[in-house]
């Protein structure tokens, strides 16, 4: 059983028991698999989970985001349809929202380790990830029309490396650099979920020129592959979670971060088992545009690794 901590000054925090179901879960395949994009290296493709029939997606006269989502695997292995995801990818479409699970190239391919002494090939394998998804992003945008998709309620998530992705690819479209170049000017993203995510800058403390879209984040407070905290040298810093949150309170902007009680990294693979918290954000902060925050202490030790 989760028991929550909570020290938000302002918390909005309500049971979402009637959505939530079982973990046995029937199989789920995609509606559709697109190719997106060809690199030099190799063809990206992406697959469709549509809001399963019958089930409501336009509560209030607006309809409940699309969520893309990025795997995770350390930038050096993964796929888009692992089967411990199928799980959430069925949860979310069971309740009216489309996942689009994206390949994406894995520019630590062929690494054994990841530190200090990496640090340049896995900040090129984080751009190179932010580079895929702002692509699978406008070819939603291009295609909006005949997938059903509202381009104002593109969501932006991930696991692990896929999380740094999500969180990296906001950054970078929020403060206007080269990689974000092929958004459409004006394109914001309208919220950001971090399953074990963290940020990558050489130029210090995080600073948004623009304020970044609400955001999401589980993070386990003794994380020993992606940092909690922050790993700090001079001006190059990997910021997680709580970092991340510290920013967010102090400038105003909207998150919500769940900091899982001494757990590791499995946390990256909970997505399952944090969906109340999940359709919490997507519907206030998301869908009903509500600036409230959360900032929560959980202790669920039920919580493990996923099976493959």
Not at 163 to 187: K, M, R, V
Not at 274 to 294: K, M
Request: with cysteine.
């Amino acid at each position: 059983m989760k028991r929550y901590i909570l020290t938000a000054a302002l918390v909005l925090l309500t049971a979402w028991a009637a959505n939530a179901t079982g973990n046995e879960t029937p199989a789920i395949e995609p509606d559709a698999t697109y190719l997106y994009v060809r690199r030099d290296t190799c063809d990206l493709f992406m697959d469709v989970y549509n809001p399963a029939k019958g089930k409501e997606t336009f509560p209030n006269g607006k309809e409940k985001p699309t969520v893309i989502f990025a795997f995770g695997g350390s930038f050096m292995t993964g796929s888009r349809d692992a089967s411990h995801y199928k799980p959430w990818f069925r949860a979310m479409a069971d309740n009216g929202y489309r996942i689009i699970s994206i390949d994406y190239r894995l520019g630590m391919k062929g690494y054994d380790k990841i530190g200090i002494f990496q640090v340049n090939a896995l900040d090129n394998a984080i751009h190179m990830a932010v580079e895929d998804m702002i692509s699978a992003t406008v070819f939603l945008i291009d295609n909006a029309e005949s997938m059903g998709i509202d381009t104002s309620g593109i969501v932006i998530s991930g696991s692990s490396a896929g999380a740094i992705t999500a969180l990296q690819t906001d950054y970078e479209a929020c403060n206007g650099t080269h990689w974000s170049d092929p958004l459409p000017e004006g394109f914001r993203y309208a919220g950001v979920i971090s399953f074990a995510g963290a940020i990558l800058s050489r130029a210090g403390k995080l600073k948004y020129a623009q304020e970044p879209a609400p955001t999401l984040m589980f993070h386990g407070t003794k994380d020993s592959v992606v940092p909690y905290s922050q790993i700090k040298i001079f001006r190059l810093g990997m910021f997680g979670s709580s970092k991340i949150a510290e920013r967010f309170k102090k400038f105003g902007y909207i998150y919500n971060i769940y900091r899982e009680k001494d757990h590791d990294h499995e946390i990256a693979g909970a997505m399952y088992e944090t969906l109340d918290e999940q359709f919490l954000f997507l519907e206030a902060n998301v869908s009903e545009g509500s600036r409230s925050c959360i900032d929560a202490t959980v202790e669920d030790p039920a919580i493990a690794f996923p099976e493959n």
